[in-house]
């Protein structure tokens, strides 16, 4: 039969098929149960399915598991309003085909056992256990539509082992764990804490801030309550207003991986050993890194992978910044992490051989983790210093940041590398292409030393040996370059 449909016929067909897909009206419910060894998670949703893809999130493979935490459900089944058995095809990765435009009716079982696995970004970004409950993010646990995000009101509702409570940056609703969320990527981008672990809540310039602490760290609460404090409002002037969400959650637990992921309102956070001030320099800087991507990453978010670089060089970049200016970083502690931004980089050029652009890199993001994170916090430093430098020191980096998210701190709004070099020009008069290019769209070496030369300071290395210096013989701009970009660093 031909392709071709009479022109009268698909106007006939057309406002049926509008019809059969528009949204009845009714909220979203998942219900999520938990067994008392919280080996299991029962879920069960009624949910609008307008397209005909129904996904997990998130989902990366790893060995052992062919389709990531999808492989981890269980009896996963599907029924129409009249409860007629509807058809799922599984097409692999977490998605599965269904017959969209109608309500549905979902039932599955997860295994909690995603601390088992080598996940590529660690399972302090999936799933993992501890002595006083389970932390999961909701690309864990649920289904949602894989194509339309239906804009019908979510709920979550968590029946839990006696004494346990949820933890999620969603709104609660009444006195127990039911909660609204606000969108789809609110509800599977989070991260959850089920269990009996110590929470604080507190505001911080306007943003609520639960924290979430394995017992290890309860003790330390002061410390890192002081921390997010100054940062956070160190954010907010530097990015000329608040984060898209005003509620998070932060969990923190032991781990000796001492990483930690962001998602749409919460981050989640090991810490290894304890948390003191010895060793702040450590947990404090993957804080306030995760802490900053609820601005750049989460409220300003790049088109595709090739932008990651300039999400987390940035925000590495300027987290070193923010803590030097607010005196978490003396000048030794500064100069050590200014040693490893082209330390990273030659680390991923040299002993790793990745020949790819920065760019390029962030479409394989962990393989490539020191060329996207090194190789961005390098054109990070030397995009601030150009700015500087092209504009007579009248603005650099934090004025081109304010710039990018009055214009991109928006839902869903993205930006790509045109638009960073639009808006470098419209600061400075000049043309950013082809500093961009040498920076992250070249395979050829980029060298950091002018950068640092700008600022007063000299960089001295031998293979992945990097030793940053004053040069006793900076002019007064450079040295007042430095300033303006790190303040006076000195010891809280």
């Given at each position: 039969?031909?392709?071709?449909?009479?022109?009268?016929?698909?106007?006939?067909?057309?406002?049926l098929?509008s019809?059969?897909?528009?949204?009845?009206?009714?909220?979203?419910r998942y219900?999520?149960?938990?067994?008392?060894?919280?080996?299991?998670?029962?879920?069960e949703?009624d949910l609008?399915?307008q397209?005909?893809?129904?996904?997990m999130?998130?989902?990366?493979?790893?060995?052992g598991l062919?389709n990531?935490?999808?492989?981890?459900?269980?009896?996963?089944?599907?029924?129409?309003?009249?409860?007629?058995?509807?058809?799922?095809k599984?097409?692999?990765?977490?998605?599965?085909?269904?017959a969209?435009?109608?309500?549905?009716?979902?039932?599955?079982?997860?295994?909690l056992?995603?601390?088992q696995?080598?996940?590529?970004a660690?399972?302090?970004e999936?799933?993992?256990?501890?002595?006083?409950?389970v932390m999961a993010?909701?690309?864990?646990?649920?289904?949602?539509?894989?194509?339309a995000p239906?804009?019908?009101?979510?709920?979550?509702?968590?029946?839990?082992?006696?004494?346990?409570?949820?933890r999620?940056?969603?709104?609660r609703?009444g006195g127990?764990?039911?909660?609204?969320?606000?969108s789809?990527?609110?509800?599977v981008?989070?991260?959850?804490?089920l269990?009996?672990?110590?929470?604080?809540?507190?505001?911080?310039?306007?943003?609520?801030?639960?924290?979430?602490?394995?017992?290890?760290?309860?003790?330390?609460?002061?410390?890192?309550i002081?921390l997010?404090?100054?940062?956070?409002?160190?954010y907010?002037?530097?990015?000329?207003?608040?984060?898209?969400?005003?509620r998070?959650?932060?969990?923190?637990?032991?781990?000796?991986?001492g990483?930690?992921g962001?998602?749409?309102?919460?981050?989640?956070?090991?810490?290894?050993?304890?948390?003191?001030?010895?060793n702040?320099?450590?947990?404090?800087?993957?804080?306030?890194?995760?802490?900053?991507?609820?601005?750049n990453g989460?409220s300003?978010?790049?088109?595709?992978?090739?932008?990651?670089?300039?999400?987390?060089?940035?925000?590495?970049y300027?987290?070193?910044?923010?803590?030097?200016?607010?005196?978490?970083?003396?000048?030794?502690?500064?100069?050590?992490?200014?040693?490893?931004?082209?330390?990273?980089y030659?680390?991923?050029?040299?002993a790793q051989?990745?020949?790819?652009?920065?760019?390029?890199?962030g479409?394989?993001?962990?393989?490539?983790?020191?060329l996207?994170y090194?190789?961005?916090?390098?054109?990070?430093?030397?995009?601030?210093?150009?700015?500087?430098?092209?504009?007579?020191?009248?603005?650099?980096l934090?004025?081109?940041?304010r710039?990018?998210?009055?214009?991109?701190?928006?839902p869903?709004?993205?930006?790509?590398?045109a638009?960073?070099?639009?808006?470098?020009?419209?600061?400075t008069?000049s043309?950013?292409?082809g500093?961009?290019n040498?920076?992250?769209?070249?395979?050829?070496?980029?060298?950091?030393?002018?950068?640092?030369?700008?600022?007063?300071?000299?960089m001295?290395s031998?293979?992945?040996?990097?030793?940053?210096?004053?040069?006793p013989?900076?002019?007064?701009?450079q040295?007042?370059?430095?300033?303006?970009?790190f303040g006076?660093p000195?010891v809280?």
């Amino acid at each position: 039969m031909s392709r071709l449909v009479p022109v009268l016929l698909l106007l006939l067909l057309l406002p049926l098929a509008s019809v059969a897909a528009d949204w009845d009206g009714k909220p979203n419910r998942y219900r999520v149960r938990l067994d008392a060894q919280a080996t299991r998670a029962v879920v069960e949703a009624d949910l609008w399915q307008q397209s005909d893809m129904l996904s997990m999130y998130n989902v990366m493979e790893v060995p052992g598991l062919p389709n990531g935490q999808a492989s981890l459900v269980e009896d996963l089944r599907a029924i129409d309003a009249d409860g007629a058995t509807v058809a799922l095809k599984d097409l692999g990765a977490g998605d599965y085909g269904i017959a969209g435009g109608r309500r549905i009716r979902l039932s599955y079982a997860v295994r909690l056992e995603h601390d088992q696995y080598p996940w590529p970004a660690g399972m302090e970004e999936v799933s993992y256990h501890t002595d006083e409950g389970v932390m999961a993010t909701g690309a864990a646990l649920f289904f949602a539509d894989g194509d339309a995000p239906v804009q019908a009101p979510i709920e979550v509702d968590f029946d839990l082992p006696q004494g346990w409570q949820a933890r999620t940056p969603w709104t609660r609703m009444g006195g127990g764990d039911r909660f609204r969320v606000d969108s789809r990527r609110e509800l599977v981008s989070n991260a959850l804490f089920l269990g009996t672990a110590h929470a604080e809540t507190f505001d911080a310039g306007g943003v609520e801030l639960t924290l979430v602490l394995g017992k290890r760290y309860r003790k330390s609460a002061p410390l890192f309550i002081d921390l997010l404090r100054t940062q956070l409002a160190s954010y907010a002037e530097l990015f000329g207003g608040p984060p898209l969400s005003r509620r998070y959650l932060i969990i923190i637990n032991d781990h000796a991986s001492g990483d930690g992921g962001a998602f749409a309102s919460s981050f989640s956070q090991f810490v290894q050993g304890d948390a003191d001030e010895r060793n702040r320099v450590i947990w404090g800087y993957v804080m306030a890194h995760e802490l900053l991507h609820f601005w750049n990453g989460l409220s300003i978010v790049p088109a595709d992978h090739r932008e990651e670089w300039f999400k987390e060089g940035i925000t590495d970049y300027l987290t070193i910044v923010t803590l030097a200016r607010n005196g978490w970083l003396d000048e030794t502690l500064l100069f050590k992490r200014l040693e490893n931004v082209p330390r990273r980089y030659l680390i991923a050029r040299f002993a790793q051989g990745l020949k790819m652009s920065v760019r390029d890199a962030g479409k394989d993001k962990q393989p490539n983790r020191q060329l996207v994170y090194g190789g961005g916090s390098l054109a990070a430093l030397a995009l601030d210093v150009a700015l500087r430098e092209r504009s007579g020191d009248r603005v650099g980096l934090p004025e081109f940041m304010r710039a990018l998210h009055a214009e991109f701190g928006k839902p869903g709004k993205t930006y790509a590398l045109a638009d960073l070099e639009r808006i470098a020009m419209s600061l400075t008069g000049s043309d950013f292409s082809g500093f961009f290019n040498d920076a992250v769209g070249s395979t050829s070496h980029f060298d950091i030393r002018p950068s640092y030369a700008a600022l007063g300071l000299r960089m001295d290395s031998f293979v992945e040996e990097m030793f940053i210096s004053r040069e006793p013989g900076a002019t007064p701009a450079q040295q007042a370059r430095f300033q303006a970009v790190f303040g006076t660093p000195a010891v809280r």
